[in-house]
């Protein structure tokens, strides 16, 4: 996607790219929103990565700021193959078992060796690109700019979708799979560098 037509999605504007963003947080819930305003996804169970890509060189902030570039060699170079010059991606590293199901033990073990052979970045969320901060952009079409700049063809980078509506349901079948959770976001919100109700967990 070029800058003009990144221009047209809506809520982008032209900006500098910041040094870090503060991640949006969601709020503990008992159970799953119900209506179609809402988007659903998995929770990941790994480590939040704030993915900054400027002219080739990556960097990978920490929801704390702290720089972990250097634990995820795999990753910083998947993203390198991104066709970008500029972005902030709000991403999630995590490690697969056998059964497609991220488990953190795993992703602690494979940090401690030389590669981190076997990590998936799961990709969620997209604050910048190409100039343009997306903080105003609504999570629906900042969802659809991503999957077109993640694509389906990497090992390593994968573009976490989502269903719309029906909440209870996929929160049910994750369960049923094992997996500790889902995270439902409303669909027309913006990037909110807080806690927020916008996004339950």
Request: glycine residues 6%; aromatic residues 8%; proline residues 4%.
């Amino acid at each position: 996607m070029n800058s003009k037509e990144i221009k047209n999605v809506p809520g982008a504007r032209k900006a500098a790219m910041p040094d870090f963003v503060s991640p949006q947080l969601a709020t503990l819930v008992k159970e799953a929103p119900k209506g179609k305003e809402w988007l659903h996804e998995l929770k990941f169970d790994g480590y939040r990565l704030l993915c900054h890509l400027q002219r080739g060189h990556v960097r990978l902030w920490t929801r704390n700021q702290k720089d972990w570039t250097d634990k995820f060699p795999n990753v910083v170079k998947a993203l390198q193959t991104l066709p970008v010059q500029s972005a902030i991606l709000d991403a999630e590293v995590v490690a697969m078992d056998s059964s497609g199901r991220s488990s953190f033990q795993m992703l602690q073990q494979a940090i401690h060796k030389t590669a981190g052979k076997g990590l998936v970045l799961e990709v969620f969320d997209l604050i910048y690109l190409e100039g343009f901060n997306l903080q105003r952009t609504p999570l629906l079409d900042r969802k659809r700019v991503l999957e077109e700049l993640i694509g389906s063809e990497h090992r390593v980078l994968r573009y976490s979708d989502h269903v719309e509506g029906n909440g209870a349901k996929f929160l049910k079948q994750a369960c049923d799979f094992g997996i500790e959770g889902i995270v439902s976001k409303l669909a027309d919100s913006p990037y909110e560098s807080t806690r927020s109700r916008n996004w339950q967990k």
